[in-house]
DNA sequence: CGGACGCTTGAGGGTCTTCAAGGAATGTGG
DNA sequence: CCACATTCCTTGAAGACCCTCAAGCGTCCG
């Protein structure tokens, strides 16, 4: 078990790797420095949540804690020791895999073809899930306006023009800057799911 | 093992995962529908690399030969009861996971933020990793423009268009639609990586 | 030879980015 | 506890890029 400060790396792209580690408390970033300088976040990860699997021998991406982070680490070896003595455990790390492939997948089909507004609201519903508070409509993002512009692969501006015109439209409410009340779930979900093109009359 | 005819699919979205394949002969394409119609190519399948890992129950996308295709078919019991008798066999499996999940990774990091011609140069690059035929720089796309763009995340005339593009910069020819001559890869991988932001000169 | 299909090329418009400046929020030191 | 500095967020205007619509061209097949 081990405790972080915010903003501190467990592990950066190309490290060996050395542990798996399971979220606890907090959110942690996983993100990937472009050969431009960009940077695109991978995912982010709530309590519950492995971080580290799927790689080869080194990092693919850098680990990095949002919050205060409470994290359960793993070393390789007591994994591929496990792996060899107890064959279920081999099962469920590839389940663990297979989920987080599909969910990538997932990811390139809708980052790939959507706009900036469906990309947001998108986002926005995935906070639900992942919390699984999917009654509790006011959500906490913890992160900067960066973060999901990197993440969504948009430019902080534009984020914060959805964010605007999701007000505008009275689908969401910002009491803060990172606080979001979501006001009009059904709306936010046909938005995201591309079944509104574009419906400024917010009634 | 099983032959299989141009344009026919060995499983749709949706259908109950039964097989593991691997690509013997030819070359596959991985999609997935979207909800407002329109299709993400998810993935290209080439000779010795595995499709139908890391789904649930049902599979997550719909595969189909482009080409003639030779597969080699699993049936998902027997994979299951070599993960149960043979722990290397799920190391394996693992391993396998976490290159597609590196691949996919790479992949949302590089379509998010990446112009037409930047994508393009990276698509035809990796033809080159894939067939392994890293010196033959005559490539056989066995695809039409229209599965490059749904890969991309382009529409057909985008890719057209940077076809031309690359053509006038003298950096591909194109003695068929369908085969590409790499005619100065340096340029290519430059352009691919980002290092070139605007060079029309084509000396 | 004709038709169908896929590829190319053009013009116009929409969306996102870039550049720029102002405003809110957060943290630090007095 | 307040003032100030820094950082982050918002908003505006101009431009770039890609998409849509449309027409012309080439190729393959019947």
Redesign the interface.
């Known amino acids: 078990m081990r405790h972080l400060e915010r903003h501190v790396h467990i592990f950066y792209e190309g490290d060996a790797q050395t542990h798996i580690y399971r979220t606890k408390r907090g959110m942690m970033r996983l993100y990937?420095l472009?050969?431009?300088g960009?940077r695109?976040v991978?995912a982010f990860r709530l309590p519950g949540q492995l971080i580290g699997?799927?790689?080869?021998e080194t990092q693919?991406?850098s680990a990095q804690a949002l919050t205060e982070v409470v994290l359960q680490c793993v070393p390789l070896s007591i994994v591929?020791r496990r792996?060899?003595?107890e064959?279920r455990f081999?099962?469920e790390?590839?389940r663990c895999?297979?989920?987080?492939?599909?969910e990538?997948?997932n990811?390139?089909?809708?980052?790939?073809?959507r706009s900036a507004l469906e990309k947001l609201a998108t986002f926005i519903l995935g906070f639900l899930t992942w919390t699984g508070e999917d009654r509790e409509l006011e959500l906490e993002l913890h992160m900067g306006r960066e973060d999901i512009a990197d993440y969504l692969?948009l430019t902080v501006e534009t984020v914060s023009r959805s964010f605007a015109r999701l007000k505008t439209q009275n689908l969401v409410s910002l009491p803060q800057t990172h606080t979001v009340i979501i006001q009009n779930i059904g709306k936010l979900i046909a938005l995201a799911?591309?079944?509104f093109e574009d419906d400024e009359t917010g009634s």
Chains 1, 2 share one sequence.
Not at 97 to 102: G, H, M, R, Y
Not at 107 to 113: D, E, G, K, W, Y
Request: aromatic share 4%; with cysteine.
């Open positions: 990937h472009l050969a431009d960009r695109q991978i699997l799927g790689e080869h693919f991406c591929h792996m060899q003595e064959p081999g099962s790390l590839v895999l297979a989920v987080e492939l599909a990538t997948r990811q390139v089909a809708f980052l790939n073809r692969g799911t591309g079944a």
